[in-house]
């Protein structure tokens, strides 16, 4: 595939998250014919299955974003050992209405990074579970475990060690990979 749209998800919406730095990081690092665009889950109101005869408009616009990507790369922190709430109130939204899930057969890759030895292992077992079930083929190696340093990425997503950047390079190359491969797979597959 000469030319990919990969969306990605933040996790987190706060404004000093080290996973949006990250994303900023994976942007910059984009290879050639791969152009990364965020799909924004903040202002997503909490999921209740009375919204789903008349789905807001901004959930709306969430799921066909999802529908008009390629792929979709999602960056996680770790709250108490799992996916941070409003992570999963915006998968809920993606699932729904029953039978209209926009992650079916979706090539989807998981990444985070924390202070932490392990980093976000824990949240992406998690997430990858609910991927699971949401039918949306994932990444499997690289698995995108970074443990943040200060500095490590600044605010316009340079990444300031070599070894950081080569490995992020690779895991972009490896879900390009992916998102190859199913783009070659006959929708009625």
Do not use: C
């Not at 690092?29 to 999921?47: C, S």
């Not at 770790?78 to 090539?107: C, H, M, T």
């Not at 300031?160 to 597959?189: H, I, K, M, W």
Request: charged content about 20%; proline content about 7%; cysteine-free.
């Amino acid at each position: 595939m000469s030319d990919r749209t990969i969306g990605y998800i933040v996790g987190s919406i706060s404004s000093t998250s080290i996973n949006r730095r990250l994303a900023k990081a994976l942007e910059r690092l984009a290879p050639a014919g791969t152009t990364l665009v965020e799909i924004p889950i903040k202002d997503l109101p909490f999921y209740s299955p009375d919204h789903d005869a008349d789905y807001p408009a901004v959930a709306t616009e969430f799921k066909n974003a999802i529908d008009e990507v390629d792929g979709v790369i999602i960056v996680t922190p770790e709250y108490s050992r799992s996916i941070p709430g409003v992570l999963k109130n915006a998968l809920d939204w993606a699932a729904r209405p029953w039978g209209q899930g926009s992650f079916d057969g979706k090539p989807t890759a998981v990444i985070g990074t924390s202070q932490g030895g392990i980093a976000t292992a824990a949240a992406q077992q998690h997430l990858k579970a609910i991927l699971s079930h949401y039918n949306a083929p994932t990444l499997g190696q690289p698995e995108g475990y970074v443990q943040s340093t200060p500095g490590l990425f600044t605010d316009a997503g340079e990444v300031t060690n070599d070894q950081t950047a080569e490995f992020l390079v690779s895991y972009l190359e490896a879900f390009g990979a992916l998102v190859d491969r199913y783009a070659r797979v006959p929708a009625s597959a």
